[in-house]
Each structure stands twice: as C-alpha cells, then as structure tokens.
C-alpha cells in the first residue's frame, strides 16, 4: 500500500490550495480516507474524512473552508482548502482505512 500527497505549500491568509493523496497496492475504493495535520509541537488532529461511499466529516476549525472528495476511479483523495488561516499551517498526511490505517508521508502547508 502507498500513499502519496502532493499539493502542498506556501500561499498568503486567505488563499486556497488543493492537496492530491495518489493511492496504490489495495482496493481504494473498499477503504475509507481521511485527512490528519499536525503542527509543530502539536499532536497529529482529524481535519476531515470520507466513506467508501461518499460520506463526508469535517473538524469543526475546518467546516465550511475545507472540501473532501474522492475520485474512485483515479485512486485519489482530494482536499480543496479555501480561505486558509495562518493556524493550518501544517504537514497534512492522507490515511486509508482499510484492514489496518495506512499514512502517506505528509505534505507541508504554510500559511502566511
């Protein structure tokens, strides 16, 4: 199983980026995904997650600014992020939820 992210990194207060999560070596569609960041001296936090269905959840600090989606037939999960705050600042780590968690690597997310 691997998880790539792409699609990170340095936008000013109030713009927007689209971070990508290329999956591969499992049945993409039969997991659920999910979007985990964490800060500098922070713990690892749930922005958003998404069923094998299409289901979606978002963090409270993340509703109405942020949009997951899935695109089952290219193996990839999406984050639109708009009017980003300096507190995303971030690595954002893409997850599969399948017979056990699988993380991609992370993606930097700076906002200034």
């Known amino acids: 199983v691997q998880l790539v992210e792409s699609g990170g990194g340095s936008v000013q207060a109030g713009g927007s980026l689209k971070l990508s999560c290329a999956a591969s070596g499992y049945a993409f569609r039969r997991c659920g995904m999910g979007w985990y960041r964490q800060a500098p001296g922070k713990e690892r936090e749930s922005v958003s997650g998404?069923?094998?269905?299409?289901?979606?959840g978002y963090a409270d600090s993340v509703k109405g600014r942020f949009t997951i989606s899935r695109d089952n037939a290219k193996n990839t999960l999406y984050l639109q992020m708009n009017s980003l705050r300096i507190e995303d600042t971030a690595a954002y780590y893409c997850?599969?939820?399948?017979?056990?968690?699988?993380w991609g690597q992370g993606t930097q997310v700076t906002v200034s």
């Open positions: 998404i069923t094998r269905t299409g289901a979606t």
């Open positions: 997850a599969a939820f399948c017979d056990r968690t699988y």
